[in-house]
């Protein structure tokens, strides 16, 4: 059971290059999301999906693109990175039971991102 | 817009106490409340999910609450480890999206 899978787990891009986080998950969950980390404050929510084809910002979206092609798949593309965007990545997935009660959300082990 | 604090953002207790950490938040519209540890450097463990119409859940030596009505969930972690060292966060989830709002969390160290 692979669960949440986040590649690369460590990358550093110097100012003004592009690059996209993989996330994936093998659990068939609906619900994905993207946060970003940054010390003393939390996590913040940066887009999400409820399903394929189907995503809305978060908190703090700007800098950021996503889509949502398949269901295992969420990629999170940064257009032009900005000292800024260092930061500690985390994808997250999560669905719906029977019952229309959401599960747990099952969280990726990070990608540690340093914008030079 | 929905605010989620935690409170204390510190605590150190030596090994044996029973403790409690809070969490409040802003909008009582929410699908459920979850508690994670995040040790240092590491990814985050869900520990327990609180459904909105739920009063606690229970695992092991832990127990959180929720009082939807008030904006209110607690950790209860009894008989404390060296082990519990870590920091522990809280998240909701609102009806208004399927995604979470965590507060900042409190980091905990276990005296030996």
């Known amino acids: 059971n692979a669960g949440v899978t986040q590649t690369p787990k460590f990358q550093v891009l110097k100012t003004g290059q592009s690059m996209t986080l993989q996330c994936a998950q093998d659990m068939n969950h609906e619900y994905m999301s993207w946060y970003r980390q940054d010390p003393g404050m939390g996590l913040r929510l940066i887009h999400y999906s409820v399903g394929a084809g189907i995503t809305d910002q978060g908190e703090v979206p700007n800098g950021y693109n996503v889509s949502r092609s398949t269901t295992e798949d969420f990629p999170l593309r940064l257009l032009s990175a900005a000292p800024s965007q260092t930061s500690v990545y985390f994808c997250?997935?999560?669905?719906?039971?029977?019952?229309?009660?959401?599960?747990?959300?099952?969280f990726g082990q990070g990608t540690r991102l340093t914008v030079v | 817009k929905q605010e989620v604090t935690q409170i204390p953002a510190a605590l150190s207790v030596p090994e044996g106490e029973n403790l409690v950490l809070n969490c409040s938040f802003t909008d009582s519209a929410i699908y459920n409340l979850q508690w994670f540890r995040q040790d240092p450097g590491k990814g985050l463990t869900s520990l327990l999910l609180?459904?909105?119409?739920?009063r606690e859940q229970t695992s092991g030596r832990l127990n959180a609450s929720l009082d939807k009505s008030s904006g209110r969930s607690t950790l209860y972690i009894a008989a404390s480890q060296p082990g519990d060292s870590a920091t522990y966060l809280c998240?909701?989830?609102?009806?208004?999206?399927?995604?979470?709002?965590f507060g900042s969390g409190t980091r905990l160290q276990v005296q030996p």
């Open positions: 997250a997935s999560s669905y719906s039971n029977r019952g229309g009660l959401n599960t747990e959300a099952f």
């Open positions: 998240a909701v989830m609102g009806t208004g999206r399927r995604a979470l709002t």
């Open positions: 609180i459904q909105s119409s739920q």
